[in-house]
């Protein structure tokens, strides 16, 4: 029997404005604690917080390109809790009335993920847990974080799976970095997750930080729960936090409600009305996001329409080929792309990890020597490579280790009919249509020719024998 486990997502996104949300701060503090703070932000008494309209704009570009609908008249709460991250004692967050409610996503298959609401809060400040002796006895608090502006994206429990979770994730983040609303490098996301099986009660995984950890809490929860159920146990409900070194989750606290809290109204922050001729102006400079740009790469330039979903997925590797095509053709484009990304994929890294590493101007380049023919495919992912993991311009990296396609066509000729010659039994078995055996000869060309040949011509040339 399959049990059908039910997810909804609570994504925390730091948004990339220049200054906190309701001061005039710096969110691009360097390494020193506590350097980068003001009364609003430290919550003295008095102080009075201005909302940074920069971070209210980015709100509105994620509400309106998750398909939201937007609240015209919103205002802000507080959300009361004692914590020593928190100087006030409450958070400014909106409950009753977020920036915008009732959005989707949708995944590769069509199925749409409904967004719940997508709201405006503070980060609170940061607590740092000294380790050594005493460290028990207390913690320090770095109230650089304080204020910086969040989002919350809040789904509706419409996720299936834990790779479906992935993929919902995936997909908003690839929304956040086309709106430049959020910074990869210095940004992190953070998700309380969701989960239940189906009749049974759910439980919360507190703060569980980048996409990757999301889909392995909440792959461990959903085994665990469904163990649980079928020897019989009862699910509580409960918070519970994720182990990342152990890669399990374990509990917290009994989960409390969001009402427990007990939400009031913010009366330092008046009331917002966002007129119908700003929120058109936000919708005139949304730019083209992924589904778009995926559409118009096929008609642009003639690539499939799988290869065309697979770059616009990430708007770095988008830009990267769209750069490539201007030197090379869309093919060699396509394939040097794709190289990139199976380059991240291995390093386990995503893309935009990796995109400090990449020089554009050194990779045209090379581009532009295999689409001239002069170096083949596997010595562009080995320069490639060579780039990426070690700092070295692909080209020089090519001249240096004399990786260049010396062969002209009668070298080739050569080098294959010496193999053949050498190898008769298998050329005969090539002959009499065996698959394995010309593999097999291909790959002795390869050796011979120091893997210069290129792997299509050598098969053309014993195809003509
Ligand atoms: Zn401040």
């Known amino acids: 029997m399959s049990s059908q486990i039910i997810i909804g997502l609570e994504c925390h996104v730091q948004l990339n404005t220049d200054s906190k949300l309701f001061c005039s701060c710096t969110t691009k503090y360097g390494g020193e604690p506590n350097s980068a703070c003001c ?39 507080r959300k009361t809790y004692f914590y020593p991250d928190m100087s006030k004692n409450f958070q400014i967050t ?22 719940a609401r997508i709201h405006l809060e503070e980060d609170p400040a940061a607590l740092v847990h000294e380790s050594g002796m005493h460290s028990s006895n207390y913690c320090l608090v770095d109230y650089n974080r304080s204020g ?47 989960l239940s099986i189906k009749g049974n009660e759910r439980v919360e995984i507190k703060n569980v930080t980048g996409k990757r950890n999301v889909e392995k809490a909440l792959d461990f929860e959903a085994k665990r729960q469904a163990e649980a159920i079928s020897t019989g146990k009862a699910i509580v409900r409960e918070t519970r936090a994720f182990d990342e ?42 730019p083209e996001l992924h589904t778009d740009k995926a559409k118009r790469l096929v008609q642009e330039f003639g690539i499939t329409e799988y290869d065309a979903k697979v770059i616009s997925s990430d708007k770095f590797l988008s830009e990267l080929f769209e750069e490539f095509a201007k030197n090379v053709s869309p093919k060699t484009a396509t394939f040097a792309v794709s190289g990139i990304s199976s380059i991240a994929h291995y390093e386990n890294k995503e893309v935009e990890e990796i995109a400090d590493k ?108």
């Open 148 to 194: 910086i502006p969040l989002i919350e994206v809040v789904t509706e429990p419409d996720i299936a799976s834990p790779q479906e979770a992935r993929e919902f994730l995936d997909q908003l983040t690839t929304i956040l970095c086309y709106l430049d609303v959020f910074d990869f490098e210095a940004g992190t996301l953070k998700a309380d997750c969701n």
């Open 94 to 115: 909106q409950y009753e009335i977020p920036v915008g409610e009732k959005g989707f996503v949708q995944l590769q298959s069509g199925k749409k993920i409904g967004i």
């Open 358 to 465: 990449i020089k554009v101007p050194e990779l045209t380049a090379l581009s532009r020597l295999l689409e001239s023919g002069k170096i083949n495919e596997k010595i562009f992912k080995e320069a490639a490579i060579a780039h990426v993991t070690l700092g070295k311009n692909p080209v020089e990296f090519v001249k240096k280790n004399n990786l260049f396609k010396d062969l002209d066509e009668s070298n080739l000729k050569a080098s294959v009919e010496k193999v053949v010659a050498a190898n008769k039994s298998a050329f005969d078995d090539y002959k009499s249509g065996n698959e394995k055996a010309l593999n097999f000869i291909v790959g002795l060309v390869m050796r011979e020719t120091k893997g210069k040949a290129d792997a299509r011509a050598v098969k053309k040339l014993l195809e003509e024998m």
């Open 245 to 286: 070194a152990k890669q399990i989750t374990r509990s917290l606290r009994k989960k409390e409600t969001e009402a427990d809290y007990g939400y009031v109204f913010d009366a330092d922050l008046t009331a917002f009305e966002i007129s119908e001729n700003e929120l058109e102006k936000i919708r005139e400079e949304l």
């Open 39 to 77: 009364p609003v932000c430290l919550g003295m008494p008095g102080s009075k917080p201005v909302l940074n309209k920069k971070a209210l704009d980015y709100a509105l570009k994620v509400a309106l390109a998750l398909n939201c609908r937007i609240n015209e008249k919103f205002f802000f709460s």
